[in-house]
């Protein structure tokens, strides 16, 4: 089992609807969540980051964490096609000092 | 405010030799972790520094190994080049502080030849 699994897609989804993107991982002990936007060729760009369980907004995304469930999720509404990109899922593990552990990423794609 | 930076952008190599990449972390941050992400992979955790001593290591080789300076910036060094370790190479940033979130350079990629 892998530590951080998504699957890598491709989701597509229609210009303005909801992109959900999943994730669950295997570390019951993690503490810190985090949602990477990678596009094609450049370095993935923190958008969200989740401490606690339950919903935490901001603008179109909205992350969500479920400790019991070991899942976390990113929807992202109004979906736009700057939106076509790789998101990444990272878990922080570690005591004091963390590292991220990643999962392979999901590939949106939201066409016109 | 800058960002986080690394140099180079791009660097070739052959087989066995050896290569030292270089990160600034963004301002106000003390703590950097070098990540090493091949094609249609997630990155994968090399090490950690902070406060100049190496403070994590993921599941890489000596072959792999780092340094930070006084000034927060770091080094990671590559020994032995073998095909294998042609990748995407990333210096992310943070606080010192449990949980802070790390934010990544643009990377440093690497093709051995």
């Known amino acids: 089992q892998k530590e951080v699994e998504q699957n890598s897609g491709p989701l597509s989804v229609p210009e303005g609807a909801i992109a959900s993107l999943n994730c669950t991982y295997s570390d019951r002990g993690s503490q810190s969540f985090f949602w990477y936007r990678q596009y094609s060729g450049k370095s993935p760009e923190l958008i969200m980051s989740?401490?606690?369980?339950g919903d935490k907004e901001d603008g179109r995304f909205t992350a969500q964490l479920n400790k019991a469930s070991q899942y976390v999720s990113l929807l992202i509404r109004d979906s736009q096609p700057s939106d076509s990109a790789t998101y990444l899922c990272a878990v922080g593990q570690g005591t004091g000092f963390q590292k991220l552990v990643f999962g392979t990423g999901t590939r949106l794609l939201v066409s016109p | 405010d800058a960002g986080v930076t690394q140099s180079p952008t791009h660097l070739i190599k052959t087989r066995g030799q050896q290569v030292t990449l270089r990160c600034s972390p963004k301002s106000g941050h003390d703590t950097v972790s070098w990540y090493q992400q091949a094609l249609g992979q997630g990155p994968q955790f090399i090490f950690q520094y902070y406060e100049e001593e190496e403070r994590q290591r993921g599941n890489f080789p000596d072959r792999f190994s780092g340094h930070q300076f006084p000034n927060y910036s770091s080094e990671l060094n590559v020994n032995a080049l073998l095909l294998g370790d042609s990748a995407l190479y990333l210096c992310?940033?943070?606080?010192?502080?449990?949980?802070?979130?790390?934010?990544f350079g643009d990377g440093t990629r690497l093709s051995i030849l």
């Open positions: 989740i401490y606690s369980n």
């Open positions: 992310a940033s943070s606080l010192g502080r449990k949980d802070q979130p790390q934010h």
